[in-house]
């Protein structure tokens, strides 16, 4: 047999699993596998440094698969490489409840699965984190322990999202020449041709963003292993532009949009078979061709085994580092540098923004723990992201840790999660909270992930002012709350503040983000606590005179005014409590006691925060009194726009006043 009968073979073999496991579940998409089990071959049996039995090791190569739809690609090479988690059960399973093989690839359901990619573009984004990752990596440890490749494959809808560009500059700019990017360019999309709303020379757009980028026939097995050898000698990321056809070897429905998204029929598959000269019945490989990818599989052995050898030999002090980088634990006297910040700051009682108290805490933070990487949306001086230990990282200096992600809040949230998947690394960045919007498709796929990626969001109300409705979030706390398994702060001071971003740190399968003011604030918190206070997402922080009459629940710049509300209801003879609320998702977790008597049974509840009510309700019920936001903001001083739409301490008592003497 040749080599390119056996290259052929094996191919097919991605072909047909990925054909028969749609067909099977009567639902998928097997025109890119089918039309890209040549690129996936090359790559795999040629190049991808990887070892099947065992999945992360850390110097692996990364294959992201951006077009995700074409799941099947990924889930046949899983099982023919050896994937112990990837039986042939499993592909037989292919979108069933409870299967590891979901439609799109979920990150954690299988080993293999580097990222989750269902919305088109998010994989290609992930991967310049990725790929900044291991340079990050390398320059902190070195060739012997970090010198690896990020492979992505990316379909036509992955190019045409918008976050992209933002990718694909950002990388082309920082020189990840480790970024070696397949476009599956078979000129089909849901709709029909791509041509009917696309003519972009993509090869060109690359090419103006930094990059290399070539086109090759994707069908050749030789052209596609010389251009990924190109890729591996170059000093920019390369784009190979594969000309394929969608459904390739299917009689009637290749190179037509009937073989993207639904099964190719009985009749489709049989002409299939009989195309590629393929005689083997759904679901089994010739043991021949078994064997060779099992090989493959295990052909990563010795390079892993010489890893493994050179980290064993490393100094003991960067060997322990490394280690504990890649297990993802914080520093062991992480615990006793916060409680130290928070004493003096206690002490202390600085009044400033929350984004200031942010950069106070990263100041002690970024000295404690060597692995955070920060970064902005071209806001720095906004976000207050930045601090002595983070010196920018450039093209010619990947030794440092500050990103400058320019203005590209998806492309930065997306690479932020690259990052953390990436391994060794803590990343964060920030923007202003009302860009969330840009950026909440990367923090709602952080969350499905279960990572620990970051996000700064300052300027968190109408406090910020003179800039007007346009910046002035609203219904940005409302929407990122909504989102499962993501921690929202609100912090109401310089101590809240650092024992959120304590918690942010230590929620190694929860992302965060952390909404801070513009405007100055006062520390709240003059008693030292040893407790993280803030990790029971809320709690009494100024009790009543006696039995509460009234409880008012607040959040960050907002703290401050229902301790005035408190001061006036008291001189009135209302005891009041005042319960701060950095947290909801935290708070939602505790036990149903504390819960209970956190809430307590005040005869008036009151929630103060300069955003909508959407959420409040399950702490101070529907008949509550909430004092907020009702629709968008304004243009003007602070000290204007939060008596105008009635946000103070007088406006609360006057309130709760009302209620409780029923006028």
């Known amino acids: 047999m040749t080599s390119r009968e056996q290259h052929d073979r094996m191919a097919n073999a991605i072909r047909f699993l990925s054909m028969d496991a749609v067909e099977k579940a009567n639902s998928g998409h097997p025109g890119l596998p089918m039309g890209c089990a040549d690129i996936a071959t090359v790559l795999f049996s040629r190049f991808l440094k990887f070892d099947a039995k065992a999945p992360h090791w850390a110097d692996r190569d990364r294959f992201i698969l951006s077009a995700g739809h074409g799941s099947m690609l990924l889930y046949s090479l899983l099982y023919l490489t050896g994937y112990e988690d990837m039986t042939i059960d499993q592909i037989k399973n292919f979108r069933q409840l409870g299967s590891k093989t979901a ?59 918008g976050v992209s560009q933002e990718a694909i500059a950002l990388a082309g700019h920082l020189k990840l020449n480790k970024l070696i990017v397949f476009w599956d360019n078979n000129n089909i999309s849901i709709d029909g041709p791509v041509s009917l709303a696309d003519n972009t020379d993509q090869v060109a757009r690359f090419q103006a963003s930094g990059w290399n980028a070539s086109h090759i026939d994707g069908t050749d097995p030789e052209a596609i292993a010389y251009a990924i050898e190109a890729a591996r000698h170059s000093d920019k990321p390369t784009m190979i532009a594969c000309k394929t056809t969608i459904g390739f070897g299917a009689p009637t429905k290749a190179g037509t949009n009937k073989a993207h998204g639904s099964p190719l029929g009985a009749e489709e ?35 892993r085994a010489d890893w493994e050898g050179r980290l064993a030999k490393a100094e003991p002090k960067l060997k322990a580092e490394f280690e504990r980088r890649l297990a993802g ?3 062991s006297n992480f615990d006793a540098v916060i409680a130290d910040y928070k004493k003096k700051l206690s002490a202390d009682k600085p009044k400033v923004a929350t984004r200031k108290s942010s950069e106070m805490a990263l100041e002690v933070i970024n000295g404690a723990v060597p692995e955070t990487i920060g970064g902005s949306a071209d806001l720095t001086g906004s976000n207050n992201t930045k601090t002595s230990q983070t010196k920018n990282i450039t093209p010619d200096d990947y030794g440092q840790r500050y990103v400058h992600y320019g203005i590209r809040e998806h492309g930065m949230a997306a690479a932020i999660n690259g990052l953390t998947l990436h391994g060794g690394l803590i990343a964060y960045g920030g923007t202003f909270l009302c860009f969330s919007d840009y950026a909440r498709p990367s923090m709602r796929l952080a969350s499905l992930m279960g990572i620990r990626s970051i996000f700064v969001m300052t300027h968190d109300s109408i406090g910020l002012g003179e800039d007007g409705p346009t910046h002035q979030p609203v219904e940005h706390l409302a929407a990122l709350r909504a989102i499962p398994n993501h921690n929202v702060f609100r912090p109401a001071d310089a101590v809240e503040t650092a024992e959120c971003w304590q918690i942010a740190l230590e929620s190694e399968k929860t992302p965060s983000t952390l909404a801070l ?35 008012i629940f607040a959040t960050g710049s907002e703290v401050e005014i229902a301790l005035g509300a408190r001061d006036l209801l008291e001189k009135h003879g209302h005891p009041t409590r005042v319960v701060s609320v950095p947290c909801f998702e935290l708070f939602d977790q505790q036990s149903d006691d504390y819960r209970a008597k956190t809430i307590g049974n005040a005869k008036v509840k009151v929630a103060i925060e300069a955003s909508i009510r959407q959420g409040w309700d399950h702490l101070i019920g529907t008949d509550g009194i909430f004092i907020g936001m009702h629709g968008f903001g304004a243009s003007g001083s602070i000290e204007q726009l939060y008596p105008h739409f009635g946000i103070t301490a007088e406006a609360a008592a006057k309130a709760v006043e009302t209620r409780l003497h029923g006028k």
């Open 103 to 161: 439609g799109h690839p979920e990150y954690g359901h299988a080993a293999g699965i580097e990222t989750t990619t269902g919305p088109l573009g998010q994989g290609l984004a992930n991967s310049v984190g990725f790929a900044l990752g291991e340079r990050i990596m390398n320059a902190a440890f070195g060739n012997d322990l970090v010198n690896h490749y990020t492979y992505v494959l990316a379909g036509d809808g992955c190019l045409m999202e």
């Open 269 to 303: 598959i049989a002409g299939a078979r009989k195309f590629f000269n393929w005689e083997s019945p759904p679901f089994e490989i010739p043991a021949d061709i078994l064997d060779s990818w099992r090989a493959v599989g295990k052909g990563g052995a010795k390079a």
């Open 329 to 331: 634990k914080l520093p």
């Open 517 to 551: 003011t513009r405007q100055n604030l006062p520390t709240v918190r003059t008693e030292h606590s040893q407790k993280n206070l803030s990790s029971q997402g809320a709690y009494e922080l100024a009790a009543a005179n006696g039995e509460a009459v009234v409880t």
